[in-house]
Each structure stands twice: as structure tokens, then as C-alpha cells.
């Protein structure tokens, strides 16, 4: 039996199995044997994936440009054109949980396992860090996981010109890692918009930990208004809450879940071995694709503003009218924030980093585009041992083959 061969055209013949080969010319597939002789089959052959082999890094917004709507302004419309259109043949329905101020039963549980996969993750973390280094750059956002810091020229920081755009890397906190959003913690998720003189008076409290309040976590220090009858409109913005005396006291929620305690810095125990790091890595990983699912499935729901022009977030029906927009042009809107639907990557920051291949030491300023990127809660874990999972895979390129030098680079085609 002669040894198999791999076909890189068409007219080549390939093997399958020990004892047939495949022939593929002029769009057929013929199967030879050893001594029998099988029909010619016409047949298409598409290889399809969700993930594709490489993808592009992620694109850097300038602070003088605006983001780009999830869904673009002119589908927007049309879409809306639609549904009136249809509204108008058919009876009005009423008004579905959460707009009428109801929770959305199915979702309380999502909301607690979103909110002790944030505390997970967070205590996982400062663990990790313990053993494995991240640096940050002291004049910009750049993070690096790794002990000696990336030489790209990529710093936009203080008097980055003085340096050449060289980083300067000092110890980096959880902080650099999780970026931490605020929002304002709203008691009535259908009260009225929080204005520019309430600013200072209203909590700030992570924009995650809002979602999760808002879709039925209770904490004590954050109350809200929960409501057991749907509210009654009495115009587009206009709302009055139903009777409720009718209705038998309260019971206590079947869904409800221990929330977790996050662990102080004084009192964090680095893993003792590879073993343990490796563990710890798998299970923070985990936490953060739980974290970040269940916040998609929250958002599908009870809806989350993103400013246009800058990073501030507002869980809710609508933005509030605080006037402390401070991103470029902002004279012209009043300080006034530029509300549009919000993604994931607004609410949970990603903050890719540089991905270190296992076969390289340092990375190496020629060969930046040979170089992928991954969310630093990702490489992190990938470093520590865990396996990268498949939809951080095309970014990362770890098909790509890294050149040693400069020279064998020049010779890629």
C-alpha cells in the first residue's frame, strides 16, 4: 500500500482511509481502489465556519470619530416603518416585561449568574496576576501580559513624542485588566431621566452590576422599585403605577441566589503549582464567557445606552440629561452625551492585548504583523495554561508561522 498523498489541485489524487484514493478533476470525485472500481460521483464540496482561519485586529476609533451604530440609521428607520405598518392591521397587544415595568421571569436567574461570574472572575484574577505578569503603560491604556513589555511604537500618551511612542511599563492592577464602568444606579428603572442638577446626588455603581440589579438581583444597598402589576400608560411618556392592594403580600423569590463576597488584596493566596494555576485559569475563563453571555442575553432585553462620542454607559429605557460629555466637540452638543444602542464590548471591555506565541520569548518590533491580539482576560488565562477557546482563535493567528528575523520575513510571499 503506497503511503498517503494530500492533493493541492485539482487533477491530484488523494487518500482516504487505508485502502481507497480520491481523484478530483474537472469538478468529479472518482473513488479507486485497489483492485475494484467505483463510479464517478458529480458532487460540491463547501467548507463553511463560524470562525474563520485569520481575522483582522480590531479597529482603533479615534476620540474625534463617532461610533458607528450597531445597526446602521437607514435600517433602523426601515425597520420602524415596518412595524407601524403592520401595527395598524392587526389589535393592540399589550405591553410586554420589562416596558411595563414587570421582570422578565427567565432572566433572574441569568442575572445572578452574571453577577458571581463578575465576582469570580474579579477574585480569580488577582490571583493569577500574582504569578503570572501584566504591565501597563504609565502615560497610556496599553496593558501587556507578560514579564518584559511589547517595543511597538504605540504609545499616545503624555509627551509620547519626547519617547518616541516607546511605553514606559509599570505594575499593572485588576483595575487595567477589567475596565471598570459606572452608571448611574436608577431606583425606578421607569421613573423620570436623571438631570444635569441630580448628577452628584444619584450612586454611581458598575454598569454590570446595574443590569443585574435592574433585571431582578436584590441588594440591599441598592434598592429599587419592583412592581407586581403592569404600569398603565397614559401617553408615550407619561406613566401611572397600578393598585396593588388588592394583591397578597409579597414571596420571596424562588430564583434568588447567595451572592458571592469579593476577596480584599491583602488576602489573596497565589496557586501553589503549575497544576493549580492551570485550574485556576480554566475556571476563570470560564467565568468570563459567563459573564459575558449572560450579560448579551440581559441586554437583549432591558435595553443599554452608549454615548457616541465617549465611554459613558446608562442602563435604561432612555440617557440621562447630565451635561458632562466631555469628548471632542463637545461645546457644540452642550456636554450634552450623543445616546445610541450600546454593544457588549461597550459594557464589558474586551481590551485586547498582544498574543506571546509559546515558541516566542519576546516579541519583536519587525514582526508586528505577524503578531495577533486577544482580550486580556483571555491571554491571561491562555498563559496560565487553559485552552483557547475557538472564537478568539482567528485574531490570536496561531496559524501563522513567526519568522526567527527580520531577513526570512522579507522572503514571505
Not at 233 to 259: H, V, W
Not at 290 to 296: S, V
Request: charged share 25%; proline share 10%; net charge positive.
Amino acid at each position: 500500500m503506497p503511503p498517503p498523498l494530500v492533493a493541492k489541485g485539482m487533477g491530484e489524487v488523494l487518500p482516504l482511509g487505508a485502502s481507497f484514493w480520491y481523484s478530483i478533476k474537472s469538478g468529479q470525485l472518482k473513488i479507486i481502489g485497489t483492485q475494484n472500481f467505483c463510479q464517478v460521483h458529480h458532487c460540491a464540496m463547501v467548507v463553511r465556519s463560524n470562525h474563520p482561519q485569520n481575522a483582522d485586529l480590531p479597529r482603533y476609533y479615534s476620540k474625534r470619530e463617532k461610533k458607528p451604530f450597531p445597526i446602521p440609521i437607514l435600517e433602523l428607520r426601515r425597520t420602524a416603518r415596518e412595524r407601524l405598518k403592520n401595527a395598524k392591521k392587526l389589535p393592540r397587544k399589550p405591553t410586554p416585561p420589562p416596558r411595563n415595568g414587570m421582570l422578565v421571569q427567565s432572566l433572574i436567574p441569568v442575572a445572578y449568574e452574571v453577577m458571581n461570574a463578575r465576582i469570580l472572575l474579579t477574585n480569580n484574577l488577582k490571583r493569577l496576576m500574582k504569578v503570572i505578569p501584566v504591565l501597563a503603560c504609565k502615560y497610556c491604556n496599553e496593558i501587556h501580559v507578560g514579564a518584559t513589555g511589547h517595543p511597538f511604537k504605540t504609545c499616545r500618551g503624555l509627551r509620547a513624542d519626547h519617547r518616541k511612542g516607546l511605553h514606559e511599563w509599570i505594575t499593572a492592577t485588576v483595575e487595567d485588566v477589567l475596565t471598570p464602568i459606572e452608571t448611574f444606579h436608577l431606583s425606578d428603572r421607569l421613573g423620570k431621566r436623571i438631570s444635569h442638577e441630580e448628577r452628584f446626588s444619584i450612586p454611581r455603581i458598575p454598569a454590570v452590576v446595574e443590569l443585574c440589579v435592574q433585571a431582578g438581583v436584590d441588594l440591599p444597598d441598592f434598592p429599587i422599585k419592583r412592581r407586581r402589576k403592569p404600569v398603565i400608560r397614559l401617553g408615550r411618556s407619561e406613566i401611572i403605577d397600578a393598585d396593588e392592594d388588592d394583591l397578597p403580600d409579597p414571596r420571596p423569590c424562588k430564583f434568588k441566589k447567595p451572592i458571592l463576597d469579593e476577596v480584599p488584596d491583602c488576602e489573596i493566596v497565589p496557586p501553589a503549582n503549575a497544576e493549580e494555576t492551570a485550574s485556576l485559569s480554566e475556571a476563570t475563563l470560564e467565568a468570563w464567557e459567563t459573564l459575558r453571555q449572560g450579560a448579551a442575553k440581559l441586554m437583549r432585553k432591558y435595553p443599554v445606552r452608549v454615548c457616541g462620542y465617549c465611554p459613558e454607559v446608562h442602563v435604561g429605557p432612555s440617557g440621562h440629561k447630565a451635561q458632562n460629555c466631555g469628548a471632542y466637540k463637545h461645546q457644540q452638543r452642550n456636554g450634552q452625551h450623543g445616546w445610541q444602542s450600546a454593544t457588549l464590548d461597550d459594557l464589558i471591555p474586551p481590551r485586547y492585548v498582544w498574543h506571546v506565541p509559546e515558541t516566542v520569548l519576546e516579541l519583536q518590533r519587525d514582526l508586528r504583523n505577524f503578531y495577533g491580539q486577544a482580550p486580556a482576560v483571555v491571554e491571561l488565562c491562555v498563559q496560565g495554561g487553559a485552552a483557547v477557546p475557538e472564537c478568539y482563535k482567528p485574531t490570536m493567528r496561531l496559524d501563522i508561522g513567526i519568522p526567527t528575523n527580520l531577513r526570512e520575513a522579507e522572503m514571505v510571499v
